[in-house]
Protein backbone atom coordinates (compact mmCIF):
# COMPACT_ATOMS: atom_id res chain seq x y z
CA UNK A 1 0.00 0.00 0.00
CA UNK A 2 1.71 3.56 -0.94
CA UNK A 3 2.46 5.61 1.59
CA UNK A 4 1.65 9.16 1.10
CA UNK A 5 3.16 10.61 4.23
CA UNK A 6 4.65 13.84 3.17
CA UNK A 7 7.35 16.31 5.81
CA UNK A 8 6.37 19.89 5.17
CA UNK A 9 9.27 22.24 7.37
CA UNK A 10 9.07 19.58 9.65
CA UNK A 11 5.17 18.86 9.86
CA UNK A 12 4.58 14.86 8.73
CA UNK A 13 1.38 15.19 7.00
CA UNK A 14 -1.02 12.58 5.93
CA UNK A 15 -0.70 13.30 2.46
CA UNK A 16 1.21 16.03 0.20
CA UNK A 17 -2.66 17.22 -0.57
CA UNK A 18 -3.03 21.26 0.96
CA UNK A 19 -5.88 23.20 0.09
CA UNK A 20 -5.62 26.03 -1.64
CA UNK A 21 -5.98 29.41 0.42
CA UNK A 22 -9.65 30.83 -0.67
CA UNK A 23 -11.22 27.48 -2.28
CA UNK A 24 -11.53 25.56 1.28
CA UNK A 25 -12.45 28.02 3.80
CA UNK A 26 -11.09 27.70 6.96
CA UNK A 27 -11.36 23.77 6.27
CA UNK A 28 -14.67 23.13 8.86
CA UNK A 29 -16.54 24.02 5.99
CA UNK A 30 -15.45 20.43 4.00
CA UNK A 31 -15.64 18.68 6.76
CA UNK A 32 -18.82 16.94 6.67
CA UNK A 33 -17.84 16.56 3.05
CA UNK A 34 -14.34 15.20 2.67
CA UNK A 35 -12.13 12.20 4.13
CA UNK A 36 -9.44 15.06 6.00
CA UNK A 37 -7.42 11.84 6.99
CA UNK A 38 -6.50 12.19 3.29
CA UNK A 39 -5.52 15.75 3.14
CA UNK A 40 -2.26 17.00 4.29
CA UNK A 41 -2.98 20.45 5.16
CA UNK A 42 -5.24 23.60 4.63
CA UNK A 43 -3.94 26.90 3.84
CA UNK A 44 -6.96 28.85 5.20
CA UNK A 45 -8.71 32.64 3.29
CA UNK A 46 -6.29 34.85 2.36
CA UNK A 47 -5.54 37.08 5.55
CA UNK A 48 -5.26 41.16 5.96
CA UNK A 49 -4.15 43.07 8.99
CA UNK A 50 -7.86 44.62 9.41
CA UNK A 51 -10.83 42.60 7.66
CA UNK A 52 -11.84 43.99 4.49
CA UNK A 53 -14.91 43.10 2.60
CA UNK A 54 -13.49 42.23 -0.81
CA UNK A 55 -14.67 43.41 -4.08
CA UNK A 56 -17.87 44.38 -5.25
CA UNK A 57 -19.70 42.93 -8.94
CA UNK A 58 -18.93 39.82 -10.55
CA UNK A 59 -16.98 37.87 -8.80
CA UNK A 60 -16.41 34.54 -10.45
CA UNK A 61 -16.74 33.54 -14.20
CA UNK A 62 -16.36 30.21 -15.96
CA UNK A 63 -13.94 29.77 -18.76
CA UNK A 64 -13.10 26.71 -20.67
CA UNK A 65 -11.32 24.19 -18.45
CA UNK A 66 -10.95 26.72 -15.85
CA UNK A 67 -12.48 29.83 -13.07
CA UNK A 68 -11.90 33.40 -13.11
CA UNK A 69 -12.18 34.93 -9.93
CA UNK A 70 -12.30 38.54 -8.42
CA UNK A 71 -12.92 38.14 -4.67
CA UNK A 72 -10.85 40.56 -3.40
CA UNK A 73 -9.38 39.08 -0.10
CA UNK A 74 -12.94 39.87 1.69
CA UNK A 75 -11.47 38.29 5.22
CA UNK A 76 -12.40 38.49 8.99
CA UNK A 77 -8.84 40.27 9.44
CA UNK A 78 -6.11 38.43 11.82
CA UNK A 79 -7.06 39.33 15.26
CA UNK A 80 -10.75 37.80 14.26
CA UNK A 81 -8.68 35.07 12.33
CA UNK A 82 -6.71 33.86 15.74
CA UNK A 83 -9.74 34.29 18.05
CA UNK A 84 -12.47 32.39 15.81
CA UNK A 85 -11.34 30.54 12.90
CA UNK A 86 -7.80 29.03 13.96
CA UNK A 87 -9.89 26.88 16.54
CA UNK A 88 -11.54 25.60 14.23
CA UNK A 89 -8.38 24.99 12.03
CA UNK A 90 -7.04 23.55 15.28
CA UNK A 91 -9.76 21.03 15.66
CA UNK A 92 -9.41 19.64 12.37
CA UNK A 93 -5.77 19.02 12.78
CA UNK A 94 -6.26 17.24 16.46
CA UNK A 95 -8.93 15.24 14.64
CA UNK A 96 -7.49 14.56 11.33
CA UNK A 97 -3.55 15.76 11.30
CA UNK A 98 -4.24 18.04 8.94
CA UNK A 99 -1.62 20.97 9.26
CA UNK A 100 -2.80 24.82 10.09
CA UNK A 101 -1.27 26.98 7.42
CA UNK A 102 -2.23 31.31 7.70
CA UNK A 103 -2.23 33.01 4.42
CA UNK A 104 -1.45 36.33 5.03
CA UNK A 105 -1.74 39.47 2.44
CA UNK A 106 -1.04 43.24 2.58
CA UNK A 107 -1.14 46.37 1.66
CA UNK A 108 2.03 47.53 2.63
CA UNK A 109 5.44 46.37 4.24
CA UNK A 110 4.13 47.92 7.92
CA UNK A 111 0.85 45.80 7.46
CA UNK A 112 2.48 42.67 6.31
CA UNK A 113 5.06 42.97 9.43
CA UNK A 114 2.47 43.55 11.86
CA UNK A 115 0.26 40.89 10.62
CA UNK A 116 2.85 38.23 10.38
CA UNK A 117 3.81 39.11 13.85
CA UNK A 118 0.36 38.61 15.42
CA UNK A 119 0.17 35.37 13.38
CA UNK A 120 4.00 33.90 14.83
CA UNK A 121 2.41 34.52 18.60
CA UNK A 122 -0.41 32.36 17.36
CA UNK A 123 -0.67 28.30 17.36
CA UNK A 124 -0.81 28.20 13.35
CA UNK A 125 1.26 26.05 12.23
CA UNK A 126 2.77 27.82 8.80
CA UNK A 127 2.16 31.33 7.97
CA UNK A 128 1.95 31.53 3.86
CA UNK A 129 2.90 34.92 2.59
CA UNK A 130 0.89 35.95 -0.33
CA UNK A 131 2.95 38.86 -2.51
CA UNK A 132 1.15 37.36 -5.71
CA UNK A 133 -2.50 38.39 -5.31
CA UNK A 134 -3.36 39.43 -8.98
CA UNK A 135 -7.20 41.01 -8.34
CA UNK A 136 -6.24 43.62 -5.94
CA UNK A 137 -5.59 47.31 -6.80
CA UNK A 138 -3.02 47.98 -3.84
CA UNK A 139 -0.70 45.65 -2.25
CA UNK A 140 0.19 41.92 -3.40
CA UNK A 141 0.71 42.40 -6.69
CA UNK A 142 3.60 45.12 -6.32
CA UNK A 143 6.03 42.87 -4.31
CA UNK A 144 4.96 39.78 -6.15
CA UNK A 145 6.71 41.10 -9.93
CA UNK A 146 10.23 42.57 -9.18
CA UNK A 147 12.78 40.21 -7.32
CA UNK A 148 14.05 42.94 -5.45
CA UNK A 149 10.67 44.20 -3.68
CA UNK A 150 9.90 40.78 -2.96
CA UNK A 151 13.08 39.95 -1.55
CA UNK A 152 12.56 43.50 1.09
CA UNK A 153 8.76 42.74 2.33
CA UNK A 154 9.73 38.86 2.88
CA UNK A 155 13.02 40.49 4.85
CA UNK A 156 11.18 42.64 6.81
CA UNK A 157 8.36 39.87 7.67
CA UNK A 158 11.29 37.03 8.46
CA UNK A 159 12.24 39.41 11.19
CA UNK A 160 9.45 39.09 12.76
CA UNK A 161 7.82 35.73 12.13
CA UNK A 162 9.33 32.92 13.94
CA UNK A 163 6.65 30.45 12.50
CA UNK A 164 8.09 28.40 9.31
CA UNK A 165 7.70 30.63 6.38
CA UNK A 166 6.23 29.90 2.69
CA UNK A 167 5.90 32.48 0.14
CA UNK A 168 3.34 32.49 -2.08
CA UNK A 169 4.66 33.37 -5.52
CA UNK A 170 2.95 35.33 -8.74
CA UNK A 171 2.76 34.06 -12.27
CA UNK A 172 3.37 37.97 -13.10
CA UNK A 173 7.04 37.23 -11.67
CA UNK A 174 9.30 39.13 -14.63
CA UNK A 175 12.19 36.16 -13.68
CA UNK A 176 10.88 32.92 -11.71
CA UNK A 177 14.15 31.24 -10.63
CA UNK A 178 15.61 35.09 -9.79
CA UNK A 179 12.72 35.84 -7.71
CA UNK A 180 12.94 32.07 -5.96
CA UNK A 181 16.01 33.33 -5.05
CA UNK A 182 15.46 36.63 -3.91
CA UNK A 183 13.08 35.15 -1.27
CA UNK A 184 15.01 32.20 -0.43
CA UNK A 185 18.07 34.58 -0.04
CA UNK A 186 15.52 36.85 2.35
CA UNK A 187 14.49 34.18 4.75
CA UNK A 188 11.12 32.51 2.78
CA UNK A 189 11.81 28.42 4.79
CA UNK A 190 9.41 27.73 1.83
CA UNK A 191 8.13 28.27 -1.60
CA UNK A 192 4.14 27.87 -3.26
CA UNK A 193 3.95 28.83 -6.82
CA UNK A 194 1.69 29.82 -8.40
CA UNK A 195 -1.41 32.08 -7.70
CA UNK A 196 -3.37 32.64 -10.52
CA UNK A 197 -2.99 34.43 -13.82
CA UNK A 198 -4.21 37.64 -14.87
CA UNK A 199 -7.24 37.17 -17.71
CA UNK A 200 -10.27 39.35 -18.91
CA UNK A 201 -13.57 38.85 -19.76
CA UNK A 202 -16.17 40.24 -21.65
CA UNK A 203 -20.06 40.28 -21.08
CA UNK A 204 -21.31 40.53 -24.46
CA UNK A 205 -24.78 41.31 -23.75
CA UNK A 206 -23.92 44.23 -21.26
CA UNK A 207 -21.03 44.81 -24.22
CA UNK A 208 -18.29 45.84 -21.03
CA UNK A 209 -16.25 43.80 -18.93
CA UNK A 210 -17.84 41.60 -16.37
CA UNK A 211 -15.35 42.50 -13.72
CA UNK A 212 -15.03 46.02 -11.92
CA UNK A 213 -11.54 45.58 -11.91
CA UNK A 214 -11.48 44.84 -15.69
CA UNK A 215 -9.00 41.65 -14.81
CA UNK A 216 -9.13 39.04 -12.58
CA UNK A 217 -7.23 35.85 -11.87
CA UNK A 218 -7.53 32.50 -13.64
CA UNK A 219 -7.07 28.83 -12.27
CA UNK A 220 -8.33 25.58 -13.43
CA UNK A 221 -6.59 22.82 -15.76
CA UNK A 222 -6.25 25.73 -17.95
CA UNK A 223 -2.88 27.11 -16.63
CA UNK A 224 -1.99 23.67 -14.92
CA UNK A 225 1.36 23.27 -18.02
CA UNK A 226 2.37 27.07 -17.28
CA UNK A 227 2.36 26.68 -13.48
CA UNK A 228 4.33 22.95 -14.19
CA UNK A 229 6.75 25.03 -15.58
CA UNK A 230 7.25 27.39 -13.26
CA UNK A 231 7.17 25.01 -10.68
CA UNK A 232 10.16 23.44 -12.84
CA UNK A 233 11.95 26.75 -12.74
CA UNK A 234 12.02 27.14 -8.90
CA UNK A 235 12.75 23.68 -7.91
CA UNK A 236 16.13 24.41 -9.63
CA UNK A 237 16.55 27.65 -8.61
CA UNK A 238 16.59 27.02 -4.51
CA UNK A 239 17.54 24.77 -1.92
CA UNK A 240 14.48 24.98 -0.01
CA UNK A 241 10.97 22.77 -0.69
CA UNK A 242 8.46 24.07 -3.83
CA UNK A 243 5.11 23.51 -2.88
CA UNK A 244 3.11 23.12 -6.45
CA UNK A 245 -0.48 24.18 -7.89
CA UNK A 246 -1.67 25.53 -10.84
CA UNK A 247 -4.78 23.55 -12.07
CA UNK A 248 -4.39 20.49 -10.17
CA UNK A 249 -7.50 18.12 -10.67
CA UNK A 250 -6.42 14.96 -10.92
CA UNK A 251 -3.94 11.97 -9.62
CA UNK A 252 -2.16 12.36 -12.48
CA UNK A 253 -1.53 16.09 -12.34
CA UNK A 254 -0.07 15.77 -8.44
CA UNK A 255 2.27 13.03 -9.81
CA UNK A 256 3.32 15.18 -12.58
CA UNK A 257 4.28 18.30 -10.41
CA UNK A 258 6.44 15.65 -7.70
CA UNK A 259 8.23 14.41 -10.27
CA UNK A 260 9.12 17.63 -11.23
CA UNK A 261 10.57 18.29 -7.52
CA UNK A 262 7.38 19.29 -5.91
CA UNK A 263 7.28 18.53 -2.25
CA UNK A 264 4.03 19.15 -1.47
CA UNK A 265 0.59 20.66 -4.25
CA UNK A 266 -2.07 22.59 -3.60
CA UNK A 267 -5.62 22.14 -4.95
CA UNK A 268 -7.80 25.30 -5.73
CA UNK A 269 -10.70 25.57 -8.42
CA UNK A 270 -11.25 21.85 -8.32
CA UNK A 271 -12.69 21.74 -4.67
CA UNK A 272 -15.45 23.89 -6.78
CA UNK A 273 -16.50 21.78 -9.24
CA UNK A 274 -15.88 18.41 -6.55
CA UNK A 275 -15.79 18.94 -2.76
CA UNK A 276 -14.17 15.78 -2.29
CA UNK A 277 -11.10 16.50 -4.93
CA UNK A 278 -8.30 16.52 -2.36
CA UNK A 279 -9.34 12.96 -1.26
CA UNK A 280 -10.11 12.26 -4.76
CA UNK A 281 -7.02 13.01 -5.81
CA UNK A 282 -5.05 11.30 -2.77
CA UNK A 283 -6.61 8.31 -3.76
CA UNK A 284 -5.54 8.58 -7.28
CA UNK A 285 -2.06 8.88 -6.64
CA UNK A 286 -1.93 6.21 -3.94
CA UNK A 287 -3.70 4.17 -7.10
CA UNK A 288 -1.00 4.77 -9.53
CA UNK A 289 1.58 4.61 -6.96
CA UNK A 290 0.43 0.80 -6.31
CA UNK A 291 0.37 0.07 -9.48
CA UNK A 292 4.03 1.01 -10.31
CA UNK A 293 5.46 -0.48 -7.61
CA UNK A 294 5.96 2.62 -6.07
CA UNK A 295 5.81 2.85 -2.22
CA UNK A 296 6.78 6.17 -1.01
CA UNK A 297 6.90 9.54 -3.12
CA UNK A 298 10.35 10.31 -1.76
CA UNK A 299 11.04 7.69 -4.20
CA UNK A 300 9.55 9.47 -7.44
CA UNK A 301 10.24 12.95 -6.41
CA UNK A 302 12.03 15.23 -8.88
CA UNK A 303 13.05 11.85 -11.27
CA UNK A 304 11.65 13.69 -14.17
CA UNK A 305 14.74 16.26 -13.41
CA UNK A 306 17.20 12.98 -14.31
CA UNK A 307 15.17 11.79 -17.04
CA UNK A 308 14.90 14.62 -18.75
Known sequence: MADLKTNLLGFVMNSPIIGASGTVGYGVEYEDLADFSRIGGISG??????????????????????????????????????????????????????VAIANLGGHSEE?????????????????????????????????GVKAEAAGE??????????????VKLS???????????????????????TNTFQACAIDLEKRK?????????????AVRPIALRMVWQAVGAVNIPVVGLGGIATGRDALEF????ATAVQVGAANFANPRAMETIAEEM?????????KTLDEIRGCARSNG
Not at 116 to 133: G, Y
Not at 153 to 166: G, S
Not at 209 to 221: E, H, M, R, Y
Open 153 to 166: VVRMVRDACKKPLM
Open 111 to 143: EYVEGAAMLSDSAVDIVELNISCPNVKVGGMAY
Open 45 to 98: KGLTLRGQYGNKGERLWETPSGLINSIGLQNPGVQHFIDVELSEMLELKQKYGT
Open 209 to 221: PVFNNIFAGLSGP
Open 286 to 294: AAWMDKNGV
Open 171 to 193: PQAENIPEMCKAVEAAGADAISL
Open 258 to 261: IMAG
